[in-house]
């Protein structure tokens, strides 16, 4: 093979190399294993990674994430609720309880802590009937509230997740659900607690109801064993299970500021016996604080750009933009935030007299597809000048003059003109 025919071969090797290797610098994929999963940061809804995530799966007991959100805007805390037979009967062999008894009345928040730490399934019946009257009612309200914070592809039958064919979510309509759950501090408190005992009552005089948390992620274990899935930035949410729906987990965490949820469904064990749900949360929570930060473009006051303004004096109309709030964006830790320059939009009246901290556009960054964005205020006055007025009165002082000064040069010329023609 002739020299330059093997380095134009060589050339073009590398240069399909660089162009996958660049194309794909920031693509980002974390070793999981689950049918569905959908995992992205909270305050800005940035997708980290998505794996069948508009999939309809059976979410099983992450239900009861709807169910709680529901009970914590229609109830408060103190408001009680009795256990009817119907709440407590219709329960199938198998699905997790708190014993909770027949006609024992419990407080909502003791309710609540029973429904999301052991996913007591009789507690939500009691809850559904206690906030909607039956518990067709409740997932007809349940229904309603997934469209508002919109859920496409969402249908609840009851408010526990107890298997049913037409009961049915997405990884990503979790996602908004318990994004929605978790502003709540009630429902942050409750879905982090390891804990809870419930109180007892005329029908349950034992004090040995302890609701243990089934989410492994928060439980602090210092076993060194590969199945001690404790993550200690973990804060919540919920677990799932039913035999059609296998294991499922929607997880949020949070560290340095940057708080993170994942949903994963259908996940299953290794080869090992190792649960997958957690395997996999916990691999997309480190994807996430390996590779992306959260931090500031700009900080309050900080100039943005130094312009021009036309018609200012020539000692003020070089005007600083000045960002009026912190800029802070979240991004993939290889993106030199240094090295973004913001699209600035000055106001259509953008012209002296400026006021200093007067409004007179917006900056724009854009950042790993996602936009921030500030108002700018002026850093100083920016006086008007006047040399345009003085150009404009200077131009009609001479006009007048010119119009002043011609008519007697043109009687001039006629006298001259008729002493010429008297005297020929």
Do not use: W
Not at 163 to 184: P, Q, V
């Amino acid at each position: 093979m002739k020299p330059k025919k093997k380095f134009s071969i060589l050339l073009i090797i590398f240069l399909i190399m660089n162009f996958f290797i660049c194309s794909n610098i920031f693509a980002i994929e974390p070793d999981v294993h689950a049918e569905a999963i959908f995992s992205a940061e909270v305050s800005t809804g940035k997708i980290l990674f998505e794996k069948n995530a508009h999939e309809k799966m059976y979410p099983a007991s992450t239900t009861k994430v709807m169910t709680a959100l529901l009970v914590l805007e229609n109830c408060k805390l103190t408001d009680t609720a009795t256990a009817s037979y119907n709440a407590i009967s219709i329960i199938p062999s198998g699905y997790s309880i708190a014993n909770i008894q027949v006609g024992e009345t419990l407080s909502i928040e003791d309710l609540l802590y029973a429904l999301m730490l052991p996913s007591a399934n009789e507690a939500a019946n009691v809850l559904a009937e206690h906030v909607a009257g039956s518990i067709a009612s409740f997932s007809s309200m349940m229904n309603t509230r997934a469209e508002e914070l919109g859920c496409k592809q969402t249908h609840f039958v009851n408010p526990n997740g107890i298997h049913n064919e037409d009961h049915y979510s997405t990884a990503y309509d979790l996602y908004l659900i318990a994004s929605e759950a978790m502003k709540n501090e009630t429902f942050r408190k409750i879905v982090s607690t390891p804990t809870y005992t419930l109180p007892p009552t005329e029908q349950y005089t034992d004090n040995d109801r302890v609701c243990k948390n089934t989410n492994q992620l928060i439980h602090v274990n210092n076993s060194s064993k590969p199945s001690n899935y404790y993550y200690k930035y973990c804060i919540g949410i919920k677990t799932g299970f039913t035999t059609q729906a296998q294991n499922c987990l929607i997880s949020q965490a949070s560290k340095d500021g940057l708080e993170i949820i994942n949903v994963v469904l259908g996940a299953g064990a290794t080869e090992d016996d190792l649960s997958v749900r957690y395997l996999d949360s916990i691999a997309l929570f480190e994807n996430a604080y390996n590779n992306y930060s959260m931090d500031n473009i700009k900080e309050e006051n900080d100039i943005i750009k130094t312009v021009e303004v036309k018609n200012g004096t020539k000692k003020t109309k070089n005007l600083d933009l000045l960002s009026k709030n912190t800029i802070t964006a979240f991004h993939n830790i290889e993106i030199d935030l240094k090295n973004i320059e913001p699209e600035i939009t000055l106001k259509d009246n953008f012209k002296a007299p400026i006021k200093k901290g007067d409004i007179v556009g917006t900056a724009k960054y854009k950042v790993d597809d996602l936009e921030y964005q500030t108002e700018l205020i002026a850093g100083s006055d920016v006086e008007k000048s006047n040399i345009g007025m003085f150009l404009i009165i200077s131009g009609i002082v001479i006009l007048v003059l010119a119009m002043i000064i011609m008519p007697k040069k043109k009687g001039n010329r006629n006298k001259k003109y008729r002493y010429m023609v008297h005297n020929r």
